[in-house]
């Protein structure tokens, strides 16, 4: 029986995030930027949840919040855990936590090409508020950002 469970992130594991970002992320943030956020001390308003089962962390997840605003930065699966539901769970426990701590809005950004990830925000109430134009980096140039938001 497999026991899952999402927690914050912790200090330790920052590296094994760095991983998960850098197999499935085109422009992946860095081990230091990962340590920063899973430090409870490190002063930043951005946190990361993760999910582990049985010890090993198939997925994070990092947020913020300040005021009544949370902020999704985030989301990563390996490839070989994707399709099944643990990038919804992340989310789900993104805006639950947000929720808990007084956020009235959610706000995010996706890659325009990023099908998966759009269906799963939409599926789970995030509206289109906009684009910025040539925001990521790609093989070939630049890509637009979809601005998405949700009232909580």
Excluded at 15 to 39: K, M, N, T, Y
Excluded at 93 to 114: I, M, Y
């Amino acid at each position: 029986m497999v026991t899952r469970a999402i927690r914050p992130a912790r200090p330790a594991d920052a590296g094994r995030l760095a991983a998960i970002d850098a197999e499935v992320s085109f422009s992946p943030w860095s081990e230091r930027q990962f340590a920063i956020v899973c430090s409870s001390t490190s002063g930043y308003r951005e946190t990361a949840l993760v999910v582990d089962e049985d010890d090993t962390l198939h997925g994070f997840v990092v947020l913020s919040q300040v005021l009544d605003e949370g902020a999704i930065h985030n989301i990563a699966v390996p490839r070989a855990q994707q399709r099944r539901g643990l990038g919804g769970l992340l989310l789900e426990s993104a805006v639950t936590k947000l929720q808990a701590a007084g956020a009235r809005l959610c706000l995010l950004e996706v890659r325009r090409s990023n099908k998966a990830a759009r269906r799963l925000y939409e599926s789970n109430g995030f509206g289109l508020d906009g684009i910025r134009k040539n925001y990521y980096p790609t093989r070939d140039g630049r890509e637009d950002a979809l601005l998405m938001s949700r009232a909580l």
